[in-house]
């Protein structure tokens, strides 16, 4: 902008705001809707500014979904619309780069899908976090899914504010770090056995035991401990590493046991 | 449903015959990525010890163990699943996407900067990357049952931790909710006859919900109870959306404009996207509970 164009625009401005505020010291009344009006301009003016325009990065998004997947599969989709039958439930992170439809390629109805921070499971408590008890209870009774994965992955912010606790238990967020100790026990292990290692490397190792955890948590729902000792639910826990292009799979061993007679 | 049904089974190839885990004694490498199946035997100690004793309270002769460090080959049967296919889409994925795009690959492993977060229902059919294109990177996604946002006073949750890291850490410049049709959780709420009725973990959490019941019954009441439930998968939105205005440090970004809520419903029986964005100003000065007043309402066909 020129330098005298740019003198005009301050210019206008200026005597903008001086008239505003000349109104203002005779109508004093008026400030209240005053100050909500400059906020909205401000806020119109602060949202223009990034150029990012979110409306049409999802139109474009679900067109090309519509034109490439869903009028190339009519009889997929058309059964989809009748109803649901995946085979897996998956717990997955919310990082934005770990989706299990992009890693592991799931398609529409395939998976029963999950994602908090961290990929967590709390232990069954009704009181507590229901949000997650009432989509194990969906997916087992309802669904009647097959498989459970519990999927980690690298860089994980959530172990990463989990190893970062104080130990003296002292938190500064609202939810996150309430969430978080959820795999404690999995902070407790690696401090254990890998207090050597860096911070780094630390929160590598709770990223794969907090997915151990979770599993065992799995196990707290009785309506999933049943199966799983049935063999009518697998549990299967994963770690997605994105900065080396790999990724993990294992079990979670589970056996019954005569009880001991007391 | 039945050849849906045998397809998807063909997908995984879930056969008697395979072993559910194959032991290997040393990890394959397939361009160039070590694949290896590792068996990790957790013990919980305290936790699982206390589980023993609840399991043998409840039925007498039953009782589970984790081994930790046995190298034991899970009994193979038809139920389980064959994880081969996993792996089979793991590579796919490495060989097709993530060495094709190795440069934003390598980008996005040191930082994620996404400007969406998006709460969505873990219904199978709706996968938000699916439907609206997010790429790796692009959306930071909450997937719960009903695609529910319960209020700040609620306590914490799930979905509110991951509103606080997705506002204040990662600085999102929208929040995207997004109903569907046909859900399962939208409808178990509809059909909650006792709202005090907390029997069930499903009962428990969708009653996040109970005002947009409310509202649909006596907005809705002559209509069928199908039709109600689709009122009422848009009106929990709707609710959602207002319980996001309920967390302080959410309506401080709003209100400066860093940040805009959306609502979306996504009609997998006509493949419809309608979305909407709440109008923050105008919502707040109704200073009227549940009033919600939205704009740039289209809908996609």
């Given at each position: ?106 398609q529409p109805g395939e998976a029963f899908v999950v994602r908090n921070i961290a990929n967590m499971v709390p232990p069954f408590d009704k009181t507590k976090y229901s949000g997650v008890g009432a989509a194990i209870e969906y997916a087992v009774l309802h669904l009647k899914v097959e498989n459970i994965l519990v999927i980690g992955?690298?860089?994980?912010g959530g172990i990463k504010g989990l190893m970062s606790i104080p130990d003296d238990g002292t938190t500064s967020s609202d939810f996150i770090e309430h969430w978080v100790n959820i795999c404690s026990p999995a902070k407790t292990k690696v401090k254990s056995e890998h207090g050597k290692l860096s911070f780094a490397e630390q ?60 | ?299 996609w066909s």
């Amino acid at each position: 902008m020129q330098e005298e164009d740019m003198a005009a625009v301050t210019d206008k401005y200026e005597d903008a705001i001086a008239g505003l505020s000349r109104l203002l010291s005779v109508k004093s009344e008026l400030q209240s809707v005053a100050a909500v009006k400059v906020q909205q301009i401000t806020a119109e003016l602060a949202a223009a500014g990034n150029g990012f325009d979110p409306a049409a990065r999802i139109r474009t998004g679900f067109d090309h979904f519509k034109k490439e997947k869903y009028q190339k599969n009519p009889a997929l989709y058309g059964e989809l619309a009748k109803g649901q039958s995946p085979k897996f439930m998956v717990f997955a992170c919310s990082d934005s780069r770990v989706c299990p439809s992009h890693i592991l390629d799931f398609q529409p109805g395939e998976a029963f899908v999950v994602r908090n921070i961290a990929n967590m499971v709390p232990p069954f408590d009704k009181t507590k976090y229901s949000g997650v008890g009432a989509a194990i209870e969906y997916a087992v009774l309802h669904l009647k899914v097959e498989n459970i994965l519990v999927i980690g992955h690298s860089c994980c912010g959530g172990i990463k504010g989990l190893m970062s606790i104080p130990d003296d238990g002292t938190t500064s967020s609202d939810f996150i770090e309430h969430w978080v100790n959820i795999c404690s026990p999995a902070k407790t292990k690696v401090k254990s056995e890998h207090g050597k290692l860096s911070f780094a490397e630390q929160c590598a190792n709770c990223e794969k035991e907090a997915v151990n955890v979770s599993l065992g948590n799995l196990l707290t729902y009785p309506f999933v401990r049943e199966r799983a000792v049935n063999k009518t639910l697998a549990l299967k826990g994963g770690h997605y590493d994105f900065v080396k292009g790999s990724f993990e799979l294992w079990d979670l061993d589970c056996k019954i046991a005569p009880a001991l007679s007391v | 449903m039945a050849n849906l049904a045998t397809s998807i089974r063909t997908h995984f190839a879930v056969t008697p015959d395979s072993p559910v885990v194959s032991p290997r004694g040393s990890p394959s490498s397939v361009l160039g990525l070590k694949v290896k199946e590792r068996r990790s035997h957790h013990s919980l100690a305290d936790s699982m010890s206390s589980l023993r004793v609840k399991a043998s309270n409840e039925t007498p002769g039953l009782v589970q163990e984790v081994r930790r460090n046995q190298s034991k080959r899970v009994e193979k049967t038809k139920f389980g699943p064959d994880f081969t296919e996993i792996e089979q889409r793991f590579l796919a994925f490495k060989k097709h996407e993530y060495m094709e795009n190795i440069e934003l690959y390598n980008s996005l492993s040191k930082n994620q900067a996404p400007k969406f977060m998006v709460i969505a229902c873990a219904d199978s059919r709706v996968c938000p990357s699916v439907i609206l294109g997010f790429k790796p990177g692009e959306a930071f996604i909450v997937r719960n049952v009903a695609n529910l946002v319960p209020r700040y006073e609620d306590g914490p949750s799930e979905t509110n931790a991951a509103l606080e890291f997705a506002v204040n850490s990662l600085e999102v410049e929208d929040i995207l909710v997004i109903g569907h049709s046909c859900c399962g959780g939208i409808r178990a709420l509809m059909g909650m006859q006792d709202t005090e009725d907390t029997s069930s973990f499903i009962k428990n959490w969708v009653i996040v919900g109970k005002k947009a019941k409310i509202s649909t019954e006596a907005a809705a009441s002559d209509l069928t109870f199908d039709q109600q439930c689709r009122h009422c998968e848009k009106e929990s939105v709707n609710r959602s959306l207002l319980n996001l205005l309920s967390y302080p440090w959410i309506e401080e970004q709003v209100m400066r404009g860093k940040l805009s809520i959306h609502g979306g419903y996504y009609n997998f029986v006509d493949c419809t996207f309608e979305k909407w964005t709440l109008d923050y100003f105008k919502t707040i000065s109704k200073a009227n509970d549940g009033v919600l007043v939205v704009k740039s309402r289209s809908l996609w066909s």
